[in-house]
């Protein structure tokens, strides 16, 4: 039996991509950092809660990253756990940097070290590419990182390279494009059309706030990217490869879409909230996938309206079984806009 080790098994693409292994007959281990509130509702969600062997580490503490790899004793690693929120990075750009960058070079280390024979998978990002226009990005397209975020995940990306070529570590990096579904984030914008579309239709919520509406993104489904991922990772040598649909469609599309759903108008329930802006916008993303297609027969499934009405429904049903008192596995107990958080960078910035 083989085993992989994810680490960010908590998040959209950690919970899916561990459905996916076990699926195929993998022993999973799953890596976490320990907090205050557990976050384990996705991998309930997916009812593979207890099918997993989760192991507590600390992508900042060397030791932890080698116990877990002495632990797990992996075949196959998959890099997932990162600070993944754009908005955020601008937020915490020290933090985003270690985490996001400098963590990726501690897990190839304790692989080095510990598990030099184990293929590696470091979860790169569309980000890398910068504003892209319309022209679709591939593999050998120029990277212009236009956030914390993505000046990090640059850094991942080339420290995975060298430990590929330079120890002949079995390495690849996944260049994902936007990848959605019902278990993403709150802080993600699609997530947020969505839960506020299925709220409003229910009277539990009025309007919804929005940064950017011009901004266009390739969107796909995440369980289709993670089976890329093992594709990669099946392969005879270590490659780099982008994964997208090769359609882009702005967040007004996006919002418009979801609200057509619920048979809503979005003029009467949307606004443009400025400090929701970044201080440095990527209004454009399109990926081409035509290397992932030809090497690893990989293809999205379902297309841009399926999507959008698939994440819609998704949290109608949640927000239902609120009202009726039915439990439910998601994040929305949780849901930020019930709270005042301040974004400090534009009280003082600004």
């Excluded at 693409?13 to 999973?28: E, Q």
């Excluded at 591939?138 to 990306?157: D, I, R, T, V």
């Excluded at 609200?259 to 454009?284: A, H, I, M, Q, T």
Aim: glycine share 6%; aromatic share 12%; with cysteine.
């Amino acid at each position: 039996m083989r085993r992989a080790l994810i680490t960010g098994i908590t998040g959209q693409d950690g919970a899916y991509l561990a459905r996916f292994l076990l699926a195929k007959g993998y022993d999973v281990y799953g890596a976490f950092r320990r907090i205050s509130t557990p976050n384990f509702w996705r991998l309930q969600a997916l009812g593979i809660h207890s099918k997993v062997s989760l192991i507590p580490m600390d992508l900042f503490d060397m030791s932890s990253i080698l116990e877990a790899i002495e632990v797990s004793k992996p075949d196959e690693v998959y890099h997932l756990a990162a600070q993944s929120f754009v908005g955020a990075s601008f937020d915490q750009p020290l933090y985003t940097g270690e985490m996001s960058g400098l963590a990726t070079t501690r897990m190839l280390e304790a692989i080095r070290i510990k598990a030099k024979d184990a293929k590696f998978y470091q979860a790169s990002t569309s980000e890398l590419f910068g504003d892209s226009s319309s022209t679709p990005r591939n593999e050998e397209s120029k990277f212009m990182p236009a956030s914390p975020y993505a000046a990090a995940k640059l850094y991942a990306f080339w420290i995975t390279r060298i430990y590929r070529e330079g120890y002949g570590i079995f390495a690849c990096n996944g260049i994902l494009f936007n990848h959605e579904s019902p278990l993403r984030g709150l802080d993600f914008v699609t997530r947020k059309i969505t839960n506020a579309a299925a709220r409003i239709s229910l009277g539990l919520q009025k309007k919804l706030e929005i940064g950017n509406m011009a901004a266009k993104r390739d969107w796909g489904y995440a369980p289709d990217y993670v089976k890329s991922m093992w594709s990669m990772m099946q392969t005879e040598r270590p490659e780099d490869f982008v994964v997208a649909t090769g359609e882009q469609h702005s967040v007004k599309e996006f919002v418009e879409e979801a609200f057509e759903v619920l048979s809503l108008e979005p003029s009467r329930f949307v606004g443009v909230d400025k400090k929701l802006l970044r201080p440095l916008e990527v209004n454009s993303l399109c990926g081409d996938y035509g290397k992932a297609r030809r090497r690893l027969h990989w293809r999205p499934s379902i297309g841009f309206a399926k999507l959008v009405e698939t994440m819609v429904q998704a949290d109608l049903d949640r927000w239902k079984k609120w009202e009726a008192g039915k439990p439910s596995y998601w994040d929305a107990p949780f849901y930020p806009e019930d709270l005042k958080i301040i974004v400090s960078r534009y009280t003082l910035d600004r």
